[in-house]
């Protein structure tokens, strides 16, 4: 079955950069979009990032905007969230999800599913 994981979190000093990794496996197939998503103490999860299945679609939140860039290499089934110009309020554990609500990447409100693991990422100041 579909499974998504997270990796590339990290401990990294404000100004510098982190590549988050999001695997897919199983039904890949079954995949419209991948978002990133990300959750900090006390804070509600919001959403960062998302990228259609063909790489035509990609959305960004304003806060990150600039800053992040989502890409995907089909041929590893893999997402990829570069993440420049790191801030504190950057901080929270990061999630990737799969989009099963049309159209995909419009917004991150709506039926995601498939979440992954999480992975930290920690900017100090």
């Known amino acids: 079955q579909l499974q998504l994981v997270e990796s590339g979190g990290g401990l990294v000093q404000f100004g510098g950069s982190l590549r988050l990794s999001c695997a897919a496996s199983?039904?890949?197939?079954?995949?419209?979009?991948i978002g990133w998503f990300r959750q900090a103490p006390g804070k509600e999860r919001e959403g960062v990032s998302c990228?259609?299945?063909?790489?035509?679609?990609?959305k960004y939140a304003d806060s990150v905007k600039g800053r992040f860039t989502i890409s995907r290499d089909n041929a590893k089934n893999t997402v990829y969230l570069q993440m420049n110009n790191l801030k504190p309020e950057d901080t929270a554990i990061y999630y990737c999800?799969?989009?099963?609500?049309?159209?995909?990447?419009?917004?991150?409100?709506?039926?995601?599913?498939?979440w992954g693991q999480g992975t930290q990422v920690t900017v100090s100041s």
């Open positions: 990228i259609s299945s063909s790489g035509g679609s990609t």
């Open positions: 999800a799969v989009d099963r609500t049309p159209p995909y990447c419009a917004d991150f409100v709506g039926a995601w599913g498939s």
């Open positions: 199983g039904s890949t197939f079954s995949i419209n979009a």
